[in-house]
């Protein structure tokens, strides 16, 4: 109904169905964690950027696929490797931090997990470390 809130949120997958529901029906605002790349320049055009808050954390590689062809879609609220959040920083500063270590990441893991425990790329799109990061920041 006309006048309610609408809210719109997803992590990986859950994240591109949000976005692609924000482009049917404009949310308050949506927010999307780890989000595959969900569109072309189209179909961005078809959504409230003002709405829609992006997360990413550091390493995520969920958030590199597919590598050509579509692109991103909303403000990115990036979590750098240092638990700091950036609010759309541009490419080369997120190039830039990609590269570096979250220096948390192997403190945390006993010895077991350092060695078949999985790449800081897919642990960053774990749920639970977008959580805890996001706690931290808050």
């Known amino acids: ?18 976005t692609l529901a924000a482009s049917r029906r404009h949310p308050t605002s949506s927010y999307t ?6 569109g072309d320049t189209t179909f961005g055009a078809t959504v409230a950027h003002d709405t829609l808050f992006r997360v990413v954390n550091n390493r995520d ?12 879609i909303g403000q ?8 700091t959040m950036l609010v759309n920083p541009n490419d080369t500063t997120v190039r830039s931090d990609r590269l570096k270590r979250d220096p948390s990441f192997d403190l945390k893991r006993n010895l077991i997990d350092r060695i078949a425990g ?4 897919l642990a960053d799109h774990a749920p639970v470390n977008y959580v805890a990061h996001l706690e931290r920041t808050v």
């Open 1 to 18: 109904p006309a006048g309610v809130p609408t809210l719109y949120a997803g992590h990986s997958l859950g994240g591109s169905l949000a």
């Open 33 to 38: 964690f780890g989000s595959p790349r969900a």
């Open 61 to 72: 590689i969920v958030t590199e696929v597919p590598p050509i062809g579509l692109e991103h």
């Open 76 to 83: 990115l609220q990036y979590i750098a490797h240092n638990g």
């Open 118 to 121: 999985p790449p800081q790329e």
